[in-house]
T-cell receptor, first 115, second 113 residues
Framework: AQTVTQSQPEMSVQEAETVTLSCTYD???????LFWYKQPPSRQMILVIR??????QNATENRFSVNFQKAAKSFSLKISDSQLGDTAMYFC????????????FGTGTRLTIIP | EAQVTQNPRYLITVTGKKLTVTCSQN?????MSWYRQDPGLGLRQIYY???????DKGDVPEGYKVSRKEKRNFPLILESPSPNQTSLYFC????????????FGDGTRLSIL
């Protein structure tokens, strides 16, 4: 079974600074996908970024980027120029590349952006 | 607007009183799923459905039932709720392929007294 570990339960950073959230996972699969979801206080689950395991290039979405290290099974999220609206719970998630597979989530990192 | 709609958003009820949380999606997605979110545990899958009349257990199915009679609807049923089912519940849907992002409902906060 796959496991996803987020070792930082809480983090805080000053507005405009850069912050990196850690995520590691354990799998014997070679073909899979990784996601970061954001859950603001409104509790909606919002997709932040997606990474295909077969792609070496790290995914980026505006101020959000990942550092995907397949051999190390690491998938960290970097938020640049952090904004107050980035305050949220962030979940890392893994899915095998097979139709009926489920998302396996980490336990989350609560990020607070300090004005 | 593409969306997943859950109802109710909040519910306080008592042990043993059957309840249903409805979930509907308007994106013609094949795959639907229910998760529960608990502090320190992240989101855990309860049940999922690959298509109409096809459902299967997730990681924490005990105490729950589901049905998929129509493609758009995937209700979650608690036949005899207990306090350990107090949680935040999410319904999600996606297209059939695993790489497709899941679209989540706004969540249902259930409190079982």
């Amino acid at each position: 079974a796959q496991t996803v570990t987020q070792s930082q339960p809480e983090m805080s950073v000053q507005e405009a600074e850069t912050v990196t959230l850690s995520c590691t996972y354990d799998t014997s699969e070679n073909n899979y996908y990784l996601f970061w979801y954001k859950q603001p206080p409104s509790r909606q689950m919002i997709l932040v970024i997606r990474q295909e395991a077969y792609k070496q290039q790290n995914a980026t979405e505006n101020r959000f980027s990942v550092n995907f290290q397949k051999a190390a099974k690491s998938f960290s999220l970097k938020i640049s120029d952090s904004q107050l609206g980035d305050t949220a719970m962030y979940f890392c998630a893994f899915i095998k590349n097979f139709g009926n597979e489920k998302l396996t989530f980490g336990t989350g990192t609560r990020l607070t952006i300090i004005p | 607007e593409a969306q997943v709609t859950q109802n109710p958003r909040y519910l306080i009820t008592v042990t043993g009183k059957k309840l249903t949380v409805t979930c509907s999606q308007n994106m013609n997605h094949e795959y639907m799923s229910w998760y529960r979110q608990d502090p320190g545990l992240g989101l855990r899958q309860i049940y999922y459905s690959m298509n109409v009349e096809v459902t299967d257990k997730g990681d924490v199915p005990e105490g729950y039932k589901v049905s998929r009679k129509e493609k758009r609807n995937f209700p979650l049923i608690l036949e005899s709720p207990s306090p350990n089912q107090t949680s935040l519940y999410f319904c999600a849907s996606r297209r059939g392929q695993a790489d497709q992002p899941q679209h989540f409902g706004d969540g249902t906060r259930l409190s079982i007294l």
